[in-house]
């Protein structure tokens, strides 16, 4: 079974540009995270995905949103992209009611 | 807040012994703990987990323990080999709202020395 893909898996962008990430989950898996990891912070949870319902939020700004479709691929989209904002955003499925998440190889986003 | 400490931050061990990483975690409804590999330039790969119903969890080299009264889990690797060197993160996690809450530990940083 094919896992996590994530696209692209690179990405340059200057500030105030929007970007926006892709996640195609494993085959079956309904529920998509999203999280941010850099260097001093670590893993921050973003926001969880399920049924094309926002299931769950962390504590980022109103600029990072997502969307998950029919098919439970999920895009993640941030808006007026700011220095800070330089991270590997890794995207994580997980079967319903499966406590067990699996990891895409993550976008390394980095904002000039 | 919740929180996981994750305990050494880094770690250098040569190859052949064996390595031990703790994480303490805060929440007392978190029930399961997965340990994660990342290796560089790659996502975080799960190698193994642990329920809060069971004490310890052995695969091949690697195996994890979980002391619910203390709040700690650890991760045992034996007879290491280059290719474990790597980025470890432990998480805690529970249920709510029929989601799951991860938290992460900061992670350690694995050297085997050859």
């Known amino acids: 079974k094919a896992g996590v893909t994530q696209t692209p898996r690179y990405l340059i962008k200057t500030r105030g540009q929007q970007v926006t990430l892709s996640c195609s989950p494993i085959s079956g898996h309904r529920s998509v995270s999203w999280y941010q990891q850099t260097p001093g912070q670590g893993l921050q949870f973003l926001f969880e995905?399920?049924?094309?319902?926002?299931?769950n939020k962390g504590n980022f700004p109103g600029r990072f949103s997502g969307r998950q479709f029919s098919n439970s691929r999920s895009e993640m989209n941030v808006s007026t992209l700011e220095l800070g904002d330089s991270a590997l955003y890794l995207c994580?499925?997980?079967?319903?009611?499966?406590?067990?998440?699996?990891f895409g190889p993550g976008t390394r986003l980095l904002v000039l | 807040g919740e929180n996981v400490e994750q305990h050494p931050s880094t770690l250098s061990v040569q190859e052949g012994d064996s390595a031990v990483i703790k994480c303490t975690y805060s929440d007392s409804a978190s029930n399961y703990f997965p340990w994660y590999k990342q290796e560089l330039g790659k996502g975080p790969q799960l190698i193994i987990d642990?329920?809060?119903?069971?004490g310890e969890k052995k695969d091949q080299r690697i195996a994890v323990t979980l002391n619910k009264t203390a709040k700690h889990f650890s991760l045992h690797i034996t007879e290491t080999q280059p290719e474990d060197s790597a980025v470890y993160f432990c998480a805690a996690v529970r249920g709510f709202s029929g989601t799951y809450k991860y938290i992460f530990g900061t992670g350690t940083r694995l050297k085997v020395l050859a």
């Open positions: 994580a499925s997980s079967l319903s009611n499966q406590e067990t998440q699996y």
């Open positions: 642990i329920r809060s119903n069971v």
């Open positions: 995905y399920f049924s094309e319902t926002q299931r």
